[in-house]
């Protein structure tokens, strides 16, 4: 099994997981994945799109772990997952995408009044917004404003009911950003 059809085995094994916002985590994904193209995203953003909350397929904690005050770092477990598979430009901004959260809520009024209740109640086991130190060292990322752009994206994808493409549409845009 190439780790594309793990990926696709994986997530459809929990294709009907909510995780606190208004679509599950596989139709949060495909949409996300749906923002980044209709914006003229590149492949390798597209499947950075797709894949960016893969680490929820990768813990059995449950998904209203951050009700209880748990993080359960999805980002960092979706990157250590995948990244002997797929090139840094996916992988650095699905790793950062929770990082490009605390960096927005911080630094963009205009952001914060879009960010779903989910999504900032998550922010609290997150960190919380970025100090000043924290943005520097944020903005010295190479891959920073690709974890913006993504995180725009992941705003966006919480939309019930919305039609997407299926999981085999994304294939190619995965094997474009295979190592």
């Known amino acids: 099994m190439s780790i594309i059809d793990e990926i696709f085995a994986n997530m ?9 916002e208004r679509v599950t985590i596989v139709a949060h ?3 996300t994945a749906v ?4 914006d003229g995203a590149d492949d390798l ?13 990768c813990h059995d904690m449950g998904e209203d772990i951050a009700e209880h005050g748990i993080d359960a770092i999805h980002e960092e ?6 990244r002997d598979y797929f090139v840094p430009e996916v992988i650095e901004p699905m ?9 927005l809520v911080a630094t963009d009024e205009e952001y914060v009044k879009n960010v779903s209740p989910a999504s900032m109640l998550s922010l609290q086991v997150q960190g919380g917004p970025f100090n000043e130190e924290e943005v520097k060292k944020f903005e010295a990322n190479p891959y920073f ?5 993504l995180r725009l994206y992941d705003e966006e994808g919480k939309i019930p009911d919305m039609e997407t493409p299926d999981f085999e549409y ?10």
Do not use: C, T
Not at 14 to 19: K, P, S, T
Not at 35 to 38: C, H, P, S, T, V
Not at 77 to 82: D, M, R, V, Y
Not at 145 to 149: N, S, T
């Open 12 to 20: 459809n094994a929990r294709a009907d997981v909510e995780y606190g």
């Open 29 to 31: 994904s495909l949409q």
């Open 35 to 38: 923002f980044a193209e209709q």
């Open 45 to 57: 953003m597209i499947a950075a799109a797709f894949l960016h909350d893969y680490g929820h397929f």
């Open 77 to 82: 477990l979706g990157a250590k997952a995948l």
């Open 95 to 103: 790793r950062l995408h929770v990082a490009a959260k605390r960096y």
């Open 145 to 149: 404003k690709r974890a913006i752009q």
């Open 170 to 179: 994304y294939r190619p845009f995965l094997e474009k950003a295979m190592k």
